[in-house]
């Protein structure tokens, strides 16, 4: 059976890569939309390696000729589009914030809590978790299964490539301004990014903390379990593609390096890359864009607190954080209505 599948926000980084992953993963369709603002209609963006597609504008779309919605278009344009959508019949898997905290909407990492997409027939919509919470909890729920967690303390390390074309140029025109010793523009950013880091992601809350961190707490809790403590510090990094994260993981009963490291290997979507090597024991974001994998290393006791583990996670925020979490997803909800 094939479906006729929409990308909303086709022009994106996200939109972009959805495209690229559903012809990568020969994903059953009959048609596919790519659909963006009005100001996009008419341009062509690309489906597989021979395929060529006409943006279509959003406001007048028919959603009723469309089984699958992927959308990565901003919280404010899916808080109208989706619920457009979902009642014209499709099922929306949408990757901004606007649902993700909707009790009626599950928030699915296939890799983590599948059995949370029996839900969606409730709105017709499925959330995508923020591209940190994504990878994290790809790493964390091995270890979950060994031993309760109890508390998380995570320092972000993201790349500009999250926060859209327009940081991305930003970092490269900052770079270069630099080297020929130009004026710098900050327009993306309120702080210069090249050669530099920015530990603000999202809007300040009234406690102190950004609205990013909260997306971590919030999120891991509800995927993994309500009763595990965040904490969280969320950094913006002069990198183009792939988000890196510090994790510290304190377990209700101990929890051996060994343990982990095997049951991360055997854990799908997950490779360990750990030894004592300056050249090859761990992994970098330079090293790992276009994989779909999470990649963990630096794995090592923490002896400064009980049940305690440290590990370095690294993955690629528009795969395995954005696009391919929401393919997977559309994978798995295929196989329900086949």
Avoid at 118 to 141: E, F, H
Avoid at 178 to 199: C, D, G, R, T
Avoid at 268 to 285: A, R
Avoid at 313 to 318: Q, R
Wanted: one cysteine or more; charged letters at 25%.
């Amino acid at each position: 059976m094939s479906y006729k599948v929409a990308v909303v926000g086709a022009t994106g980084n996200v939109g972009r890569e959805m495209l690229k992953t559903l012809s990568e993963r020969e994903f059953p369709v009959s048609e596919v939309y790519a659909i963006a603002s009005a100001r996009s209609a008419g341009k062509e963006v690309s489906f597989g390696e021979d395929k060529i597609l006409k943006v279509h504008a959003l406001d007048d779309f028919d959603f009723k000729k469309t089984d699958i919605v992927l959308m990565s278009a901003g919280g404010k344009i899916a808080e109208q589009a989706a619920p457009r959508a979902a009642a014209a019949g499709a099922v929306v898997i949408d990757n901004s914030s606007q649902f993700r905290m909707d009790p009626d909407v599950p928030l699915v990492v296939p890799e983590v809590n599948p059995e949370a997409l029996d839900g969606y027939k409730k709105k017709n919509i499925i959330a995508n978790p923020n591209c940190s919470t994504i990878q994290m909890v790809v790493a964390l729920k091995p270890l979950h299964d060994i031993a309760p967690i109890r508390r998380i303390v995570v320092s972000t390390y993201q790349s500009v490539s999250g926060a859209g074309h327009e940081a991305m140029d930003e970092l490269f025109n900052q770079t270069r301004a630099i080297y020929m010793n130009a004026p710098l523009k900050k327009e993306s950013f309120f702080k210069q990014i090249a050669f530099n880091v920015i530990p603000q992601i999202d809007v300040f809350k009234e406690d102190g903390s950004t609205k990013e961190e909260w997306k971590m707490v919030v999120e891991t809790q509800k995927i993994l379990s309500p009763d595990i403590q965040v904490s969280a510090t969320c950094v913006r990094v002069p990198v183009f593609i792939g988000h890196a994260e510090s994790v510290n993981i304190q377990f209700e009963a101990p929890v051996s390096v060994a343990q982990a490291r095997k049951a991360l290997r055997d854990a799908p979507g997950v490779l360990v890359i750990d030894k004592n090597d300056e050249q090859d024991g761990y992994i970098t974001p330079a090293e790992i864009a276009g994989d779909d994998n999470v990649f963990v290393s630096r794995i090592r006791e923490d002896k400064s607190a009980e049940n305690s583990l440290n590990m370095w996670v690294v993955s690629d925020n528009l795969r395995k954080g954005a696009a391919l979490n929401a393919v997977q997803i559309a994978e798995i909800l295929v196989e329900k209505l086949s």
